[in-house]
């Protein structure tokens, strides 16, 4: 009998690399959220610490130009803050797209894998008739062949 092959074999290629790529381009995805949700941690933390110095850490004195330029400070890190918000909301959703693309691609490959499982069973199951037709005519010419003893 012939050696197995698979007639879809580049087609299971290309959906590997695809699949590959596409793993690839969903883990710079999650990476490029999780540096944006640890920006977005470290300015809230920055603007907890200049609420705690402008609106909690008021000393005896009270001097109205600090506590503006404090202010106009505290005011655009908390602009700062939404805009970040804005890029982790979009980055969730670059990663949530990049997250259906994958499994797409995995879908793919799998249904090709499992075509080639199953033609590499029927092939199998072909060898195995073959030999055992093989075997069972050498048995024939075997029986045919020893006198019959009676």
Do not use: W
Not at 68 to 96: D, H, K, S
């Amino acid at each position: 009998m012939k050696k197995f092959r698979f007639p879809l074999q580049p087609v299971g290629v290309l959906r590997s690399h695809q699949e590959l790529r596409a793993r690839e381009v969903f883990a710079a995805a999650v990476h490029v959220y999780v540096q944006a949700e640890e920006r977005l941690a470290a300015l809230r933390q920055r603007v907890a610490e200049l609420a705690e110095v402008l609106f909690h850490g008021r000393t005896d004195r009270f001097l109205a130009a600090d506590a503006a330029a404090l202010f106009r400070v505290y005011r655009g890190e908390c602009n700062t803050v939404i805009e970040v918000e804005r890029e982790v909301i979009e980055a969730r959703a670059a990663m949530q797209a990049r997250r259906q693309e994958y499994i797409e691609a995995n879908r793919r490959l799998k249904t090709v894998q499992k075509l080639e499982e199953k033609a590499r069973e029927r092939h199998r199951l072909e060898l195995l008739r073959a030999e055992q037709g093989e075997l069972d005519e050498l048995a024939g010419f075997r029986a045919f062949r020893s006198p019959v003893l009676s």
